[in-house]
């Protein structure tokens, strides 16, 4: 067993964990022991009637039963337009093909049990979003370790299911600390179930604020817990949403508010800063903090979850290496061994890097996948009134997000430095995986694409016959072949500007009075903006987000020094069109 194997194994018709000695369900009624003791035992589906929003975390995750009874619930009693988060703990996940059998014992589920089947997470470590969209619902499955899961997560949960192995068995999943973790990341008024009724149980949830009651056990059982706390939930209305932007990030940000049950308002005008006819998503070798690393592992991942699930036809390639320099082994070898991706999808040859989960997407198709209505017109700052903020005369909005690349700056008041980059296109085919070294060459719709030039503190958007040059060179010393391929060809070009933090992390949070940021994604929009966009979303509408604590201090806009307030900036310092990212 290694330390991340759950050691399951099947016995006499029993899923059994080898490395707790316990089962993973009840032997008589699995289902109808999660609806009797977590549902019922939370006051569900009754406590979510007449709610906008509802949150249910759960610790042990196991096969996702406990999930699967709560999303069946929902569908049946889900209010208007409401939506519902799910957060699970899981520090050692089963295979794919062990969940299925489980699950294969409950045909009322099937069609829930296909969707998160088709999610399951193939083994790396993190938060894994799973996406169950007809019923307004996503979960949250976090692989780690129970204290430093919680200890990340920002939610606060209406129900807590309290399902991991016997206390005796597995003792860590309920210590005192644990369930004071869980006390401090419950609403007021919340509620916690479990089928243990030890001793060490009832205290520490005593203990840590839950008024505690013993009852009715499920068969076989003499008793087991209910816990709440004190207090009312709170549900304040949905806020009126304008976003300033409508490249990647923007139509990342409109995604991620359409989920929560929200149509933001989206304001753009001018050249998009990602309007390149084709966009490499791909990670980011290891480097900097393990929050960082994290970060952009997670970012990636999601990326392509978010593509790949509703924008499809944006896809050009699937797949891509990156051919590596002698000082980037040492990283290469540090993010395939990292945990952090599923296995097999990043594989080292020696100098080159294998990406099998990277995508080569159209942006133009994938923005009309996300966007919606774009108000185009020019875009001052935003002007706050007693009503909330106005854009161009529109409004009021209680929140805006500025997402406008390089225009973000001036807008936001924050240092972010431009960077001009500029690629250069052909009307060939590319005989060759997507490949990236430094430069990159892709396929696009029509040939392909390579570059690009990353000029910083540049930003004039103007195309340079110079820099088309550049790029040839660049492409020579890496694929001469291909080089030679493109004597005679007509050349084509594109360039923009696109915005980067001093510290090469993106930006996504809270300014300040209802304004938000979104972007300094550099050269990695692509990759990094779906994933930001949900973060920036859930703390707008108040649900929990993606993010961990140390990942969300990470693209924190207070990190940075200000240039200035963010009305302080004047419109006369915004180019003549804001961009959008």
């Known amino acids: 067993m290694t330390a991340t194997d759950p050691g399951a194994a099947w016995e006499e018709g029993a899923l059994v964990s080898r490395r ?20 019922a035992g939370c006051g569900l589906p009754a406590r979510w009637h007449g709610r906008r929003r509802f949150t ?28 519902l988060h799910l957060f699970s703990v899981e520090g050692f996940p089963l295979a794919k093909a062990d969940a299925a059998r489980a699950l294969a014992a409950f045909p009322e589920l099937a069609d829930l049990a296909a969707q998160l089947l088709a999610q399951w997470p193939a083994g790396a470590r993190g938060l894994h979003r ?61 509620r916690a179930a479990t089928w243990s009724v030890a001793g060490a149980v009832r205290r520490g949830l005593a203990d840590a604020g839950f008024t505690v009651a013993r009852m009715p056990g499920f068969t076989g059982k003499r008793e087991r817990l209910e816990a709440c706390l004190p207090g009312e939930p709170a549900d304040p209305p949905l806020p009126r949403v304008a976003v300033i932007g409508a490249g ?24 998009m800063a990602s309007g390149n006819p ?38 050009i390639a699937r797949g891509a290496e990156r051919l590596l320099k002698p000082g980037e082994i040492g990283r290469a070898e540090a993010t395939a061994a990292s945990g952090l991706f599923p296995p097999g999808s990043l594989s080292l040859y020696g100098d080159k890097l294998v990406f099998g989960d990277a995508l080569v997407v159209a942006p133009d198709r994938l923005r009309a996948c996300w966007l919606g209505d774009v108000k185009s017109a020019r875009v001052d700052a935003p002007v706050q009134g007693p009503d909330g903020w106005r854009i161009g005369g529109e409004g009021p909005f209680d929140a805006v997000v500025i997402a406008a690349g390089f225009a973000t700056a001036a ?36 040939g392909l694409l390579f570059g690009a030039t990353h ?51 993106p930006v996504a949070g809270a300014l300040g009075g209802g304004l938000f940021v979104l972007g300094g994604f550099g050269g990695r929009g692509f990759a990094l903006a779906p994933l930001l966009a949900e973060h920036v979303a859930a703390l707008l509408a108040g649900v929990p987000s993606p993010l961990s604590a140390a990942m969300a201090r990470l693209v924190d806009p207070g990190r940075l020094s200000p240039a200035s307030t963010p009305m302080a900036a004047s419109a006369a310092a915004l180019p003549a069109s804001p961009s959008a990212a």
């Open 20 to 39: 707790f000695g316990d089962v993973y369900a009840s032997r008589s009624g699995a289902l109808a022991q999660s609806r009797a003791v977590f549902l």
């Open 56 to 83: 249910v975390a759960e610790l042990g995750f196991g096969t996702g039963l406990n999930m699967l009874a709560v999303l069946a619930a929902w569908g049946a009693n889900r209010p208007p337009d409401a939506t």
């Open 130 to 190: 799973i996406d169950f969209p007809a019923l307004g619902a996503m979960l949250d499955l976090m692989i780690d370790d129970v204290g430093a899961a919680l200890a990340g997560w920002g939610g606060r949960a209406d129900a807590w299911f309290l399902d991991g192995f016997s206390p005796a068995r597995n003792p860590a999943m309920w210590t005192p600390e644990i369930l004071r973790q869980v006390a401090e990341r419950t609403a007021p008024g919340g």
């Open 248 to 271: 990647i990030a923007g139509a990342s940000l409109a995604l991620a508010f359409r989920d929560l049950g929200m149509e933001p308002r989206i304001f753009a005008d001018g050249q």
């Open 278 to 315: 084709a966009a490499l998503v791909s990670p980011r070798l290891a480097a900097g903090s393990e929050a960082g690393a994290a970060l952009h592992a997670l970012a990636f991942r999601r990326a392509v979850e978010r593509i790949g699930r509703s924008a499809p036809g944006a896809v």
């Open 411 to 446: 807008l936001a008041g924050l240092p972010l430095r431009p960077i001009r980059g500029q690629v250069t296109t052909a009307d060939i085919p590319l005989d060759r995986p997507p490949t990236s070294w430094g430069g990159y060459v892709v396929p696009t719709e029509s």
């Open 455 to 505: 000029d910083r503190g540049d930003a004039d958007p103007a195309v340079r016959a110079a820099d088309q040059q550049r790029n040839l060179e660049g492409l020579a010393r890496r694929m001469p072949d291909l080089a030679a391929q493109l004597a005679g060809v007509e050349l084509g070009a594109v360039a923009g500007v696109r915005a980067a933090a001093g510290d090469h992390q």
